[in-house]
């Protein structure tokens, strides 16, 4: 296995590649520590110790700890992420947009242009929130119009510069970029997860139970990683056959292969995607006038973490998106379309409307399996951190009245070890190793896989 990954630095190429994507992290990490000039960042921290399960607490995991201590990266890749759940929507829906993408690779600089745009808008609105959340919760020491200028353009410059640095990655470096700097401050924030989870040992935040809650919570984990490597290396395969057809003297074609359609072809992005939009009404509810409303309040209250409604707005959620990205990044029509113009087929299916129709099918059974498998991962932290609060729940909350604290309020632990962490540091983890190794085959190397040269663990549905 050393000798096999000494093979990255021995390709130049790949060494750069390599090096240049450390370099850029390093970038982005320096930064991570610069703070945003007139917050006071102890109080500040006070404020997401107490609200450590809230939105605040999740937009503070995908932005590696920065909104947490108010950085110049503060707002991380959220606006970016924002931006782009905007595009593939309108993709959808708008015809001329569709238009535009399906130009190829000069649409797609197109769409990648506007998606820019409209990152640095939401960035400018986002910190102007932001400014004046600070200013009216105390957090300011020289509150006023300077300060508010000062915050909205440090953190819009921020935000434009954490998505060119994830372009860069993504075009110079190794992997999706966007996704690697989420990786980079979820395994960075990791020492200071360990060290809340030992004071909690070290007080018996648990009471009599500590004991049995750090184990739960180690064979947890276990089980999680476990499961996501299971499942995300789980496809189904479609067997094809090519046509026989004479080639001058020769017969081409009659080979089998197959067509491999992934359980979990999304990733993580249902996760967060659904996320995302849930945490603008738990933002939206932190202003006095929605707490202090009879009829916003109570709505809002019902969204909190944990609770049954905000549960179950994010199964939906999940289970959208994850219909909605597979349907931009697997298109029947299209696969169809290319089997009729390669010769191929699938055996006992009739080329053309019959093979869309049959290969729309499958994708819709394993994308509901992806989606609940991307459920329940969200249900692990959800439990750890808030609870699942039963007790809330209409007209039957009275009967888990009696549950014990840890069943409904959860333990209270960090983000780092939630079921969505890990299946971003693991998911990301694959697909950057995967990319390393596809460029050691290309280059006639052996992969990390002692015997075949390919990454085992491949599961077919």
Known sequence: ???????????????????????????????????TPGVNTTLLERLFDQQSGSALGLMNLFGGGNLRRMTIFA?????????SIIFQLLTVVYEPLARIQKEGELGRRK?????????????????????????????????GIGFMFMTVLTLTTGSGFIMWLGEQITDRGIGNGM????????????????VELVQ??????????????????????IAVVAFIVYVERSERRIPIQSARRIVGRRMMGGASSHLPLKVNSGGVMPIIFASSILSAPLLFAQSEWVQNNRFFSPILQALQPGYPWYVFLNFVGIIFFAYFYVSIVMKPDDIADNFRKSGSFIPGIRPGK??????????????????LYLFLIYLIPTYMISGLRLDKLFLVGRVFESLP????????????????????????????????????????YEGFSPRSGRIRGRKTW
């Not at 707002?75 to 931006?83: E, N, Q």
């Not at 962490?421 to 998911?427: F, H, K, R």
Request: overall charge positive.
């Open 111 to 143: 769409i990648t242009q506007w998606t820019r745009y409209v990152t640095v808008i939401l960035a400018a609105l986002q910190s102007i929130g932001i400014s004046f959340l600070l200013t009216k919760q105390g957090l300011v020491l020289h509150p």
């Open 354 to 371: 019959r093979t869309s129709d049959f290969i729309n099918d499958i994708l819709t059974r394993i994308t509901l399996v992806g989606a």
């Open 200 to 221: 909690k040992i070290q007080t018996n935040a648990w009471g009599s139970l500590t004991f049995l809650a750090v184990l739960l919570m180690l064979a947890a984990m």
């Open 179 to 194: 996704s690697l700097l989420i990786f980079a401050g979820i395994v960075a924030g990791l020492p200071h997860g360990v």
């Open 1 to 35: 296995m050393v000798e096999k990954f000494l093979n990255i630095f021995r390709i130049p190429d790949l060494r750069k590649r390599v090096l240049f994507t450390l370099g850029i992290l390093a970038v982005y990490r320096l930064g991570a520590w610069l703070p």
């Open 75 to 83: 707002l991380g890749i959220m606006p970016y992420i924002t931006a």
């Open 405 to 444: 604290a840890w069943m409904t309020h959860g333990f209270g632990v960090n983000f780092y070890f939630g079921g969505t962490s890990l299946l971003i540091v693991v998911g990301v983890a694959m697909d950057t190793i995967n990319q390393i190794e596809s460029q050691l085959i290309m280059r006639h």
